[in-house]
């Protein structure tokens, strides 16, 4: 690895370590670009000279931002939010006017579609689609496109997982291809999970109905197994499974600094994370800075949790020269320079293959030769009943 490149790794790795990657993206950008004070509704008549989105923040760079401006003498304005939900409230109150562009993960991006939130794209007019890896084209990856209509939605920007790492010295690599190993009596006090609520129930859900024989079986609502969509029975028992699992975790971490130094010391041997600590670790690892050797579990056998963020134009782009603007944009953030500057600054890895503009270790710290395991992650969600999901958290965290 060059120096220069490793001090853009080393960047983006060491900005992991104060939250987990949603904060880590709100805070990367934070001052670089000013977002929108008031909605600006422009005349449809009217040459675009402003592009407005909500997004999450890490991904503003300020100086592509900036090229992209000077090229087309417009102003790029975006707002910024710190999660999906945030920003579907904005869009169903009327932001679809206040907004051009909007970023999504998971199943987000269909529920969008269908409230009429966002509109049909054209890949055609965004090229750099092509670049994407083929796990994420639209034939195999299904969210992005309206079953019915066959009309695509949205493009792939980055992506990961809630895959775990542990240390190599302590957890032999059978052990933690299994969700099972979070709940290992063999590691009591050794063990640590984050403190989000959603990714502790969906994960155990998982392993609770692979035992329970459910996974594979036809469920209620005639779909295929989503872990964001249990069953009372179920749900009762990821509660007992969690409340288990309580006595075997040294404690649930509330941000990437205290889970980087909990590994790091030896405190504790594996825990569920979005791989920018294991980044953080590998990289200490390459400069001498520990001894201690790390890999990360993208998905265990039973299926794992991953999410894919996406580009959206929303269905309040009527005027031809914005929506053009706006595929101009898309377009821009995927090439492949671009979007490895954007990747490496967010700590996120990329859906367009950056492997042949990337050296070996980039390669490996964001997990380029390993998109194909995607295809049996079980995407980001938006719980089935929040209600019943925030009851089973309660009741185990008071037992």
């Known amino acids: 690895m060059t120096k220069s490149k490793s001090r853009s790794c080393d960047a983006a790795v060491s900005s992991a370590l104060s939250a987990d990657r949603r904060t880590v993206l709100k805070t990367l950008a934070a001052g670089a670009v000013t977002a929108v004070a008031a909605p600006y509704i422009r005349p449809a008549s009217a040459a675009p000279t402003e592009l407005r989105a909500l997004m999450w923040e890490g ?15 417009v102003k790029f304005s975006p707002t910024f939010f710190d999660g999906n939900s945030e920003a579907y409230n904005k869009l169903r109150v009327g932001g679809t006017k206040d ?16 409230e009429k939130l966002i509109r049909a794209i054209d890949y055609a007019r965004i090229p750099n689609t092509a670049n994407v890896y083929p796990v994420f084209q639209p034939d195999r990856y299904k969210l992005l496109t309206d ?23 302590e957890v032999p690599k059978e052990k933690v291809q299994s969700i099972e190993v979070l709940f290992d009596p063999a590691y009591a006090g050794r063990l640590s999970t984050s403190a989000r ?41 990821v509660e007992k ?71 959206l134009v929303t269905s309040g782009v009527t005027d031809p020269g914005t929506l053009a603007l706006c595929y101009d944009f898309i377009d821009t953030f995927l090439a492949p320079e671009t979007i490895k500057k954007i990747s490496l600054i967010a700590g996120t890895s990329a859906t367009v293959d950056l492997r042949p503009i990337s050296t070996p270790e980039e390669q490996k710290l964001y ?12 995407m980001f969600d938006q719980p089935s009943s929040t209600e019943k999901w925030e009851r089973v958290w309660s009741r185990m965290q008071a037992a």
């Open 241 to 311: 499974l969690l409340i288990q699992q309580k006595p075997l975790l040294l404690t649930r971490y509330q941000d990437n600094t205290t889970l980087q130094q909990l590994l790091e010391s030896g405190a504790i041997v594996a825990a569920p994370e979005f791989a920018q600590i294991y980044r953080v670790l590998v990289q200490k690892k390459m400069k001498g800075e520990t001894d201690l050797d790390f890999a990360h579990q993208l998905v265990p056998k039973e299926g794992g949790l991953g999410w894919v963020d996406t580009w």
């Open 99 to 114: 907004f051009d562009l909007v970023q999504a993960d998971g199943y987000w991006p269909g529920l969008y579609f269908r």
């Open 147 to 169: 079953q019915t209509s066959g009309e695509h939605f949205g493009v792939t920007w980055c992506w990961g997982s809630y895959g775990t790492t542990y240390n190599t010295a």
């Open 367 to 378: 997990l380029m030769d390993r998109t194909e395991e995607l295809s049996t992650m079980y």
């Open 197 to 237: 609520f959603e990714e502790n129930i969906a994960l155990t859900g998982i392993l609770v109905a692979t035992r329970m024989g459910t996974k594979d079986k036809p469920r209620p609502d005639g779909k295929p197994f989503n872990p964001y969509v249990l069953t009372d029975e179920e749900l009762a028992e």
């Open 59 to 73: 991904y503003a760079v300020p100086e592509i931002v900036s090229a992209f401006e000077d090229k087309h003498k």
